[in-house]
């Protein structure tokens, strides 16, 4: 139905609700806070658009200093380049010909790479690439420790760059190096620990390039919860960081150095929900559950008011606990609730509210929702 939740120029409180937020303020923030950090580190910025799918936002990231956007399935490039973002890489796997044609064409309008870790994605690609009369630019990912895609770093890493090198349509740009499974450890000193492990396997891959004659111009990776140890590394020269726009209940569990919520950057996501319902004077029930935000990460958190909880989710209803001196909620009041996980949270909504002080200033449609090919 693609309602759309707002107008322009109106109050939060005309939203209609549940409504995906966007705190305007914080969220240039956060994207100035990460542009500003890669361009102290002499490193090269490409946020990753799975978060947000949106081009208003990349668009954003891009004029802030990013040099384009990074995602993980060819719809979402679609949707980017649409939008008006001209280099996108999928940092991913592409397999099957009509994909790969989608991707070829799409590299009429925009500099387009992706990744690869096995020789047939290489030949397939290739194959599509001179089809379109087209070059796509190609980076073999490595398995720096997430145990998911990626060949085994130095001499299978190399060889598979060698095919690239010498497929027709197809340009050996780098390494994809990308740990993901290390944003989210729990404690600074784990993630120091594994990206120390992954900078061992990019070492041993750029030694075995090296040694071949291969020039390995990019090497990609790093996130919202490591990007500092990748970024100080002497390796990684591209950050692909996407949840620091946004932020999530996730992300601020991880820990700071100090033992802390991870502060880095600030809660700019909000899920607006209403009061629907008051059964007692110590519960409230809202009109957001978990058709309006992802809950695999737990419930989310009541912004602004740590006298309540929500301890409860179904598909329309999200369950508020008051403490004991809490300021009593009524019917028609609104709550922002962050969510537990950013990326699907989004995949939920067909609009972005963009507020700041307390008034809408712009709609964004989140129009890669649903790019699930």
């Given at each position: 139905?693609?309602?759309?939740?707002?107008?322009?120029?109106?109050?939060?409180?005309?939203?209609?609700?549940?409504?995906?937020?966007?705190?305007?303020?914080?969220?240039?923030?956060?994207?100035?806070?990460?542009?500003?950090?890669?361009?102290?580190?002499?490193?090269?910025?490409?946020?990753?658009?799975?978060?947000?799918?949106?081009?208003?936002?990349?668009?954003?990231?891009?004029?802030?200093?990013a040099v384009g956007q990074c995602c993980q399935k060819v719809g979402e490039a679609e949707a980017l380049v649409r939008g008006g973002v001209r280099d996108v890489l999928v940092s991913n796997e592409v397999v099957g010909v009509q994909k790969l044609r989608r991707l070829a064409a799409l590299a009429t309008e925009?500099?387009?790479?992706?990744?690869?870790?096995?020789?047939?994605?290489?030949?397939?690609?290739?194959?599509?690439?001179?089809?379109?009369?087209?070059?796509?630019?190609?980076?073999?990912?490595?398995?720096?420790?997430?145990?998911?895609?990626?060949?085994?770093?130095?001499?299978?890493?190399?060889?598979?760059?060698?095919?690239?090198?010498?497929?027709?349509?197809?340009?050996?740009?780098?390494?994809?190096?990308?740990?993901?499974?290390?944003?989210?450890?729990?404690?600074?000193?784990?993630?120091?620990?594994?990206?120390?492990?992954?900078?061992?396997?990019?070492?041993?891959?750029?030694?075995?390039?090296?040694?071949?004659?291969?020039?390995?111009?990019?090497?990609?990776?790093?996130?919202?919860?490591?990007?500092?140890?990748?970024?100080?590394?002497?390796?990684?020269?591209?950050?692909?960081?996407?949840?620091?726009?946004?932020?999530?209940?996730?992300?601020?569990?991880?820990?700071?150095?100090?033992?802390?919520?991870?502060?880095?950057?600030?809660?700019?996501?909000?899920?607006?929900?209403?009061?629907?319902?008051?059964?007692?004077?110590?519960?409230?029930?809202?009109?957001?559950?978990?058709?309006?935000?992802?809950?695999?990460?737990?419930?989310?958190?009541?912004?602004?008011?740590?006298?309540?909880?929500v301890v409860g989710v179904s598909d329309e209803h999200g369950r508020l606990q008051l403490g004991e001196r809490a300021r009593r909620l009524r019917l028609g009041d609104k709550v922002m609730l962050i969510p537990g996980h950013c990326d699907p949270t989004v995949n939920l909504h067909d609009w972005y509210v963009?507020?700041?002080?307390?008034?809408?200033?712009?709609?964004?449609?989140?129009?890669?929702?649903?790019?699930?090919?």
């Amino acid at each position: 139905m693609n309602i759309i939740p707002a107008a322009v120029g109106a109050a939060i409180d005309d939203i209609d609700t549940p409504a995906l937020l966007v705190d305007l303020d914080a969220l240039d923030r956060n994207v100035h806070r990460m542009a500003d950090y890669a361009r102290s580190a002499g490193v090269r910025l490409r946020p990753h658009a799975k978060t947000h799918k949106c081009p208003s936002i990349a668009l954003r990231q891009i004029a802030a200093g990013a040099v384009g956007q990074c995602c993980q399935k060819v719809g979402e490039a679609e949707a980017l380049v649409r939008g008006g973002v001209r280099d996108v890489l999928v940092s991913n796997e592409v397999v099957g010909v009509q994909k790969l044609r989608r991707l070829a064409a799409l590299a009429t309008e925009a500099a387009i790479a992706l990744c690869f870790d096995a020789p047939e994605q290489v030949d397939a690609a290739s194959h599509a690439a001179v089809e379109a009369g087209v070059t796509l630019g190609g980076l073999v990912e490595i398995d720096v420790g997430m145990q998911r895609c990626g060949v085994a770093p130095g001499p299978p890493a190399r060889d598979l760059a060698r095919r690239i090198s010498e497929a027709p349509g197809l340009e050996f740009r780098g390494l994809q190096a990308y740990h993901g499974g290390a944003q989210h450890l729990h404690g600074a000193c784990e993630r120091e620990r594994a990206i120390e492990a992954a900078a061992d396997a990019v070492r041993v891959t750029l030694d075995a390039l090296g040694r071949a004659g291969l020039p390995c111009a990019v090497v990609s990776g790093a996130g919202t919860g490591t990007f500092r140890l990748e970024g100080r590394s002497g390796l990684w020269n591209e950050l692909q960081a996407g949840s620091y726009v946004f932020m999530d209940t996730e992300y601020a569990q991880i820990g700071g150095r100090d033992g802390g919520l991870y502060t880095e950057f600030e809660h700019s996501l909000f899920v607006l929900a209403t009061v629907m319902s008051v059964p007692a004077a110590d519960r409230a029930i809202v009109d957001a559950g978990l058709k309006s935000y992802s809950g695999e990460k737990g419930a989310p958190w009541v912004h602004g008011r740590h006298d309540v909880a929500v301890v409860g989710v179904s598909d329309e209803h999200g369950r508020l606990q008051l403490g004991e001196r809490a300021r009593r909620l009524r019917l028609g009041d609104k709550v922002m609730l962050i969510p537990g996980h950013c990326d699907p949270t989004v995949n939920l909504h067909d609009w972005y509210v963009a507020v700041r002080r307390g008034r809408v200033e712009a709609l964004w449609p989140i129009t890669a929702r649903g790019a699930s090919s």
